[in-house]
């Protein structure tokens, strides 16, 4: 059985610093395209980074605050944000990606408020 599971979340003031892990069982993690999506109170849901075998993206909103890394041996991929804004308040998910198949996490909640 595939699980995701996010744990990191919190509540932070601006300018404060959260670090987001995703522990992946069930799948060869390795293969596997790794993503952290966002999903902020009546808005859709976003990219925020991804992380393949040697690659990085991300979203120009969280550019040079934002760091995805990933631990093969541990089955884990990180987020770490830092100057936290308020508009960086949102459900965070994780996401494997090979091909076709898709698997998410059950979300953490990041909130960014003074």
């Known amino acids: 059985q595939v699980q995701l599971v996010e744990s990191g979340g919190g509540l932070v003031q601006p300018g404060g610093s959260l670090k987001l892990s995703c522990a992946v069982s069930?799948?060869?993690?390795?293969?596997?395209?790794m993503r952290w999506y966002r999903q902020a109170p009546g808005k859709e849901r976003e990219l925020v980074a991804s992380?393949?075998?040697?690659?990085?993206n991300y979203a120009d909103s969280v550019k040079g605050r934002f760091t995805i890394s990933r631990d093969n041996a541990k089955k884990t991929v990180y987020l770490q944000m830092n100057s936290l804004k308020p508009e960086d308040t949102a459900v965070y998910y994780c996401?494997?990606?090979?091909?076709?198949?898709?698997?998410w996490g059950q979300g953490t909640q990041v909130t960014v408020s003074s």
């Open positions: 996401n494997a990606v090979l091909g076709p198949t898709a698997k």
């Open positions: 069930g799948l060869t993690f390795s293969l596997y395209i």
């Open positions: 992380i393949g075998s040697s690659t990085t």
